[in-house]
């Protein structure tokens, strides 16, 4: 080891109040030494420092309250008020973008399993659907169905390129999972990787942590880091280079995401706007979910904690709740916004402060799992970005169509693989019985026409899969299911020539999915 430039390291962190992270030097060995000083020289002591300063010095209890308003409905569009003929033209415009390779999808997969108990991606999870098909899976299929559905509309061959950011915790194991399984069927030059960046986490009164006697702790700059991954990676030029002006941005835990969505990309570029989102209505005012707003002059997304239970519970004189644009991570951004943001306005993101329990060592060199909160990762959020926007929109779709997110373990009660595949399957029920089928219970009586939106011990999993190459938000399955009575579970699947077929077996157990022999 060059000494000199040892003790010149050991000057910098000492007056950046950081010289506890050579702590152990001496009780290591070259390798280790050479693997620390590394590590540690990385670090842009004067920016992280400074982060963490900005970061804590502005978090505060102080509710914004007079400074919101909601956003105003000619930004806002709806799927449950939308009349079919503008559905319609939406859809023909979304899938006329898509048709000319215009949309890109763009996934945030930085996060890894460790609430569902898995060592391993979240995207390589399967929730316990027939097929047992991942969520990485389920997506690639809705991106393989768009591009044919654009090309049935149009004539034309065409890309979807999808970008999938991950994390260094990730990187590898998803790339290795997508080669595995040949990726899934779409074109390995169209799916393009990228990481986000990491930063060091720190103590509550401002050191970094070690994780190791020669390594510091570091985690994901949050799904708002894409934009300074976007910036280092090359990934703006590539889009650019596909003729990409637009692109869908959604996180990976969300099993009914329409990835691309043309309705969604129709109704944005309808409204010329240059950044957008979908959003849900609240469930309640007291739900835990942001909300988008307009504060001041620009658009943010307000978190629960920060609105006061009073302005939460205003209504409007429908009878909504006037705050009610739930956020879900489901954006639409056009790429001039997108490059924008990275050349602007990405240094003004301000990080947020996640309270966590991250490992460490101790003054003896001991590592200690807290069970507690001990130290703080800074994130930024993906749609920070709001503020920038000059054309902003809102999207509000149905919850029980769009938004199931997979956050926690089985033993959970919301959020959690048993409701993914609830709703799911939930959803693809529906749609049998729009396109005209029904289904039989074991005593052979015809089950509700309207399927219960969350299961129970009195409404059960309704065991229907509808695989996305067969339909992507319930087209196409008239001819295969109208006039006729299922038993479940019921799956439907493309055969090797693409032709969609109900499969005699639906599952791991060998149970029948058996078509009653009747007609309606």
């Given amino acids: 080891m060059d000494e000199a430039a040892v003790s010149e390291l ?35 002591l004067a920016k992280v420092t400074e982060y963490f300063k900005r970061t804590t010095r502005q978090q505060s209890s102080e509710k914004s309250d007079e400074r919101l308003r909601p956003v105003p409905d000619e930004l806002c569009g709806s799927i449950s008020r939308m009349k ?12 006329q973008a898509i048709s000319e390779n215009k949309v890109a999808a763009l996934l945030l997969a930085g996060g890894q399993g460790t609430r569902l108990g898995v060592p391993y991606p979240k995207g390589m999870y399967s929730v316990g659907l027939p097929s047992q098909k991942t969520l990485y899976q389920l997506q690639a299929e809705r991106i393989l169905k768009l591009q044919r559905l654009a090309k049935e509309l149009t004539g034309n061959d065409c890309t979807i390129p999808w970008y999938i950011m991950t994390s260094e915790h990730t990187q590898e194991k998803t790339e290795k999972f997508f080669a595995e399984h040949n990726h899934f069927g779409l074109k390995s030059a169209d799916i393009v990787f990228f990481e986000q960046h990491m930063l060091p986490c720190f103590t509550f009164d401002g050191k970094i942590i070690l994780e190791s006697k020669d390594q510091v702790a570091r985690a994901p700059n949050g799904n708002g880091g894409l934009y300074q991954a976007l910036g280092t990676s090359g990934i703006v030029t590539d889009m650019r280079r596909r003729g990409v002006t637009c692109m869908h941005v959604y996180c990976v835990d969300n099993i009914l995401v329409k990835v691309a969505d043309p309705v969604f990309v129709g109704f944005c570029q309808s409204q010329d706007a240059d950044c957008a989102a979908k959003v849900v209505k609240k469930a309640s005012p007291t739900e835990p979910v942001g909300v988008i707003c307009e504060v001041d002059d620009h658009f943010e997304v307000v978190e629960y904690s920060e609105i006061t239970l009073e302005t939460a519970e205003k209504r409007r004189p429908d009878g909504q709740l006037a705050y009610n644009a739930g956020n879900i991570c489901n954006h639409y951004f056009t790429t001039d916004f997108v490059e924008a943001v990275i050349n602007d306005y990405e240094d003004d993101l301000d990080h947020h402060v996640a309270k966590k329990k991250i490992p460490f060592v101790d003054a003896d060199g001991t590592k200690v799992k807290p069970t507690v909160p001990n130290g703080i990762k800074m994130e930024k959020f993906v749609f920070d970005v709001f503020q920038f926007s000059k054309k902003f929109a809102v999207l509000e779709v149905l919850r029980e169509d769009e938004f199931s997110p997979l956050k926690n373990g089985g033993r959970a009660d919301k959020d959690c693989p048993q409701s993914c595949c609830f709703a799911l399957q939930g959803l693809h029920h529906r749609w049998v019985m729009a396109a005209g089928g029904q289904f039989m219970d074991g005593a052979g009586s015809v089950l509700p026409l309207i399927p219960p939106l969350s299961p129970s011990p009195q409404a059960p999993v309704q065991r229907c899969e509808i695989s996305p190459l067969v339909s992507y938000g319930g087209e196409g399955l008239s001819g295969l299911v109208r006039g006729q009575s299922f038993s479940m579970p019921l799956v439907a699947e493309v055969s090797d020539d693409l032709t969609p077929q109900i499969l005699p ?16």
Avoid at 84 to 95: I, P, R, T
Wanted: charged share 20%.
């Fill in 10 to 44: 050991r000057s910098q962190l000492e007056a950046s109040n950081q010289g506890h992270l050579l702590q152990f030097w001496d009780d290591l060995d070259l390798t280790q030494k050479q693997a620390l000083f590394q590590d540690v020289s990385s670090i842009n």
């Fill in 84 to 95: 079919a003929a503008e559905f319609d033209q939406y859809n023909k415009l979304g899938l």
């Fill in 505 to 520: 077996s639906a599952n791991g157990n060998g149970e029948p999915a058996a078509k009653v022999a009747r007609t309606m």
